[in-house]
T-cell receptor, first 113, second 115 residues
C-alpha cells in the first residue's frame, strides 16, 4: 500500500522564478492538503483540494496556487519566488470531506537563492 | 483563530524513563480533534495519537498516552519506557471545521533520548 509520495525531494530556485511541486495521495484517499514548514517551525496550512477544487485556504498570498487532477494527485505552484519561500513543503492526504486524520508525505525541500 | 502552544522547545530523557510533552490550545469550537505527530530527521510526519474532543477518555496507543483536560485546553503526551527511536520533533496539532480548515500546529518539542 503506497503512502503519500512527493517530488522532487529537493529543489533550488532563484528569486523571482516559478516552481511546481507534486504530490500523490495515499491509496484510497481523495483529499490533498499542502503545508509550508519553515525551519524550526511547525507546518502551516496553505490549502486543501477535494474533487479538483480548492476547499479552504490558509493565510497565504495568491502567488501560491494549486491544482488537483482526476486521479487525486495534486500540484502546488509558487510564482515570483521570494527568499522567504524557502521551506519544507509537505503534502498530506485524507479521505472524504469530514476526516481530520491526515497522512503526510516526506516533503519537498525548496531553497530560494 | 485557533492557536496551539508548545512551551518546551527541547526535552531530554533517559532511555526507559517516562517523559511528558506539554501542549495548550485556544479555540471557541466545541467539536474538534487533537493530534500528536512525530517528525524524525527523515522529515516525514508520523501520526502518534489522536483525541476527539467529545470523548472524555484519554487516548492510548501502546507506550503513548495523552492527558486531555478540555476545560483547561491542555493536551499533553506521555511517552513511557522511552526508546532511542523515539528521538524526534513532536508536534501538537488541532483540527476543526470538518477537516477542511487543515491542521494548526504548534512549534514543536525536540525530544532527546539519552542512552
Amino acid at each position: 500500500d503506497a503512502g503519500v509520495t512527493q517530488s522532487p525531494t529537493h529543489l533550488i530556485k532563484t528569486r523571482g522564478q516559478q516552481v511546481t511541486l507534486r504530490c500523490s495521495p495515499k491509496s484510497g484517499h481523495d483529499t490533498v492538503s499542502w503545508y509550508q514548514q519553515a525551519l524550526g517551525q511547525g507546518p502551516q496550512f496553505i490549502f486543501q483540494y477535494y474533487e479538483e477544487e480548492e476547499r479552504q485556504r490558509g493565510n497565504f498570498p495568491d502567488r501560491f496556487s494549486g491544482h488537483q487532477f482526476p486521479n487525486y494527485s495534486s500540484e502546488l505552484n509558487v510564482n515570483a519566488l521570494l527568499l522567504g519561500d524557502s521551506a519544507l513543503y509537505l503534502c498530506a492526504s485524507s479521505f472524504g470531506t469530514g476526516s481530520y486524520e491526515q497522512y503526510f508525505g516526506p516533503g519537498t525541500r525548496l531553497t530560494v537563492t | 483563530a485557533q492557536t496551539v502552544t508548545q512551551s518546551q522547545p527541547e526535552m531530554s530523557v533517559q532511555e526507559a524513563e517516562t517523559v511528558t510533552l506539554s501542549c495548550t490550545y485556544d479555540t471557541s469550537e466545541s467539536d474538534y480533534y487533537l493530534f500528536w505527530y512525530k517528525q524524525p530527521p527523515s522529515r516525514q510526519m508520523i501520526l502518534v495519537i489522536r483525541q476527539e474532543a467529545y470523548k472524555q477518555q484519554n487516548a492510548t496507543e501502546n507506550r503513548f498516552s495523552v492527558n486531555f483536560q478540555k476545560a483547561a485546553k491542555s493536551f499533553s503526551l506521555k511517552i513511557s519506557d522511552s526508546q532511542l527511536g523515539d528521538a524526534a520533533m513532536y508536534f501538537c496539532a488541532y483540527g476543526s471545521g470538518g477537516g477542511a480548515d487543515g491542521l494548526t500546529f504548534g512549534k514543536g518539542t525536540h525530544l532527546i533520548i539519552q542512552p
